[in-house]
Structure formats: C-alpha cells, structure tokens
C-alpha cells in the first residue's frame, strides 16, 4: 500500500527520470518549477505523466498554488 | 495546389492522403496568420480533394496540436479600437475561422486529426471538426475558456455535444479542467490511443485502410451520421460577442497577456 513517503518518492524518480536531472539534486520540499526549469506546458506533461503511472485522474484545478513535490504527492495520494 | 510551405502551416498529399501540418511557434497558437493559411488551405481543398481519400491534421510543435486561439493577439488587436469596431472586428474573425471549420468538417474526404501533447481551446475545436481523433498517450485536452470569462468561440461546443454525451460536455466546459488521452477515450472522444510520438504513424496507417473503401460511400456514410450544427454554431457565435465586450473579460486577457509567471494566470 503507497504511502506519502514511496508516492513522494516515485514522484522524484519519474520527474528526475523525465527532466533528465539527477534525482539526487531533488528534495521534496522543492519548488519543482524553479528545480526542473519548466514552465506551464511542461507541468502540464508532468502531471499526465503523473496520472498515467499512478493511474489516477488530476483535475489540473487541483493543482493550482502548487509548487512543491511533498504538496504534488499529496495531492495524488489523496486519489490513490 | 498539392504542396504548400506557409509561416505557420504547410501541407502536401502523401498516397492519397493530404497531409496538413502545423507549425506556428509556439504551439500553433491560431490568429490572423494562421486563419489566413487555413482559408488558403480549404479553397484549395476542393482541387485537392478529388484525388484523395483521406485528411490528416497534426503539428510538427514538440509542445503540442495546438494550444488554441492567439490571445495575445486577440487582446492586443482589440485594445486600442472603439468597442463598436471592436465588436465587429471580432465578429468578422468568428465568421470566418467558423467557415474553415465548418469546411473541415463536411470535407468529403475522411478527416483524421492525429494528435500529441497541448490541445486547448481553439486547438480542441480544430480536432473536433474530424471524424477521427488519434491521438498520443501524452495529449491533454481542455477547454481552458470559462477561466477567462468566455466559453470556446471556434465551434467547440456544439461540435462536443454532437459527439459525446451532454454530461461530459458539461464537466469539460463549466470546470475548464484538462483531461489525458486515455479519459478522453473512455469518454467516446477519441477513437485511438497511440503510444508517445506514434500518432501520427497510427493516422496514416489508419488513411491506408480506409483507402480500400468506396470513397462515395464513405461520404455518403460520413453526411448521414455527422450533421453540422448549424445552428447551435450561430447560437455561439453571438454569445461569445456578448461574453466578450463585458469589462470582466477585458481584465482576464490583460492578466493573461501581462503574466511572466511559469503558470500564466488562469484562475
């Protein structure tokens, strides 16, 4: 069962994977626009990345005044 | 004219099938320039047309199909005219991209709009007017407009409520939300899901198969079961002129306009 933890985790791994930055370089805390260097169209891809692994649906109203990884996790461990 | 190279279209026939591609910076954002090549591209449809079987519309932009109307344009255009001219202004913009759309729409040809990544609003509208979409498991579709105190003015609509049931036109339009290809499928919007980057392979393979098909009887089965929306169209057009002139709308587009921010304002 996921908990906030392994879903903040998995969130990390797949932004590092797909913005090719080192995973290590990324907490969760982070302000992942500033961190990934990515704007509105790629947070957008982000979060269908997001909802294809996790096999959840996002609504991107949900995310709005977003900006951290911890908060992006939450956000979809309360769909899981 | 079977091959055209345009500022922010082209399009070529391949096998029979015209191939019409998007290329505008930065996601095929749709304003004069391109409602001019897109009424360039559906005069010459109809020479075009008689040799081909097929139509399929995708963009060559890495961000997307298409991001929808060019707002920037649209508000920096509008600014400095009197609202009377203003108004008209609009008006003749609407009356004209409807025509493209609605010329897309009844082409006697099987349309396909092979799609990936961004399609909002305008771009949204485009894709409806085919009769297939294919499209890539990264796409997003929205209707971003009520965010800023409009509804969608390119036929989006009635062309949404002709395909799909009234509920999901509903969530779709009163929340603004976005939603991934595989909603879009499950929802009747989408005929294929591709894998990333494949949509447009999955198109043209798709204009292959239909080639073996009796093109007048491909018509004829495409005009039974997808009329226009005449109406509903007008209806449209006149409640996004009204929408449009009320000071609310004027204060949205400039905040949207003016925005640096990573994620433009869209409340």
């Known amino acids: 069962m996921s908990?906030?933890?392994?879903?903040?985790?998995e969130v990390l791994t797949l932004a590092a994977e797909h913005f090719k930055v080192p995973r290590a370089q990324l907490n969760p805390s982070d302000d992942f626009f500033k961190t990934l260097g990515i704007n509105s169209l790629q947070a957008l891809d982000l979060l269908t990345r997001l909802e294809h692994h996790f096999h959840i649906e996002l609504p991107d109203y949900e995310l709005q005044g977003v900006s951290d990884f911890r908060t992006l996790a939450e956000r979809i461990q309360s769909r899981l | 004219m079977k091959h055209f190279e345009g500022n922010t279209l082209s399009w070529q026939v391949v096998d029979g099938a015209i191939e019409l591609l998007l290329?505008?910076?930065?996601?095929?954002?749709?304003?004069?320039?391109?409602?001019?090549?897109?009424?360039?591209?559906?005069?010459?449809?109809?020479?075009?047309?008689?040799?081909?079987?097929?139509?399929?519309?995708?963009?060559?932009?890495?961000?997307?199909?298409?991001?929808?109307?060019?707002?920037?344009?649209?508000?920096?255009?509008?600014?400095?005219?009197?609202?009377?001219?203003?108004?008209?202004k609009l008006r003749d913009?609407?009356?004209?991209i409807h025509a493209v759309m609605n010329?897309?729409?009844?082409?006697?040809?099987?349309?396909?709009?092979?799609?990936?990544?961004?399609?909002f609003g305008g771009g949204f509208e485009l894709a409806l007017t085919c009769d297939l979409i294919i499209a890539d498991k990264m796409s997003r579709f929205c209707f971003p407009e009520l965010r800023?105190?409009?509804?969608?003015?390119?036929?989006?609509?009635?062309?949404?409520?002709?395909?799909?049931?009234?509920?999901?036109?509903?969530?779709l339009l009163l929340t603004g939300r976005s939603i991934n290809a595989t909603?879009?499928?499950?929802?009747?919007?989408?005929?294929?899901?591709?894998?990333?980057?494949?949509?447009?392979?999955?198109?043209?393979?798709?204009?292959?198969?239909?080639?073996?098909?009796?093109?007048?009887?491909?018509?004829?089965?495409?005009?039974?079961?997808?009329?226009i929306p005449h109406g509903d169209l007008r209806r449209e057009i006149d409640i996004f002129c009204d929408l449009f002139m009320r000071p609310a709308v004027d204060a949205a587009l400039r905040k949207f306009v003016e925005s640096t921010d990573a994620l433009p304002y869209l409340p």
Do not use: W
């Open chain 2, 148 to 171: 800023l105190g409009l509804i969608p003015g390119f036929g989006g609509i009635p062309r949404l409520k002709r395909d799909i049931g009234n509920a999901v036109v509903r969530d």
């Open chain 2, 93 to 96: 913009f609407l009356e004209r």
């Open chain 2, 103 to 119: 010329t897309l729409d009844a082409a006697p040809l099987t349309t396909i709009a092979a799609i990936h990544g961004v399609t």
């Open chain 2, 183 to 227: 909603k879009a499928q499950s929802v009747g919007l989408v005929s294929q899901v591709s894998a990333e980057g494949d949509a447009l392979r999955v198109a043209r393979a798709t204009a292959a198969q239909l080639k073996k098909f009796d093109r007048a009887t491909a018509v004829a089965a495409k005009h039974f079961i997808k009329p």
């Open chain 2, 23 to 88: 290329h505008r910076a930065p996601c095929n954002e749709i304003g004069t320039a391109t409602l001019i090549e897109l009424e360039r591209f559906v005069a010459a449809l109809d020479s075009m047309q008689k040799d081909s079987h097929a139509l399929i519309i995708s963009s060559a932009r890495k961000e997307g199909f298409c991001a929808g109307a060019d707002l920037r344009e649209l508000y920096r255009e509008s600014q400095p005219l009197p609202l009377a001219e203003r108004l008209a």
């Open chain 1, 3 to 9: 908990t906030l933890e392994t879903t903040t985790e």
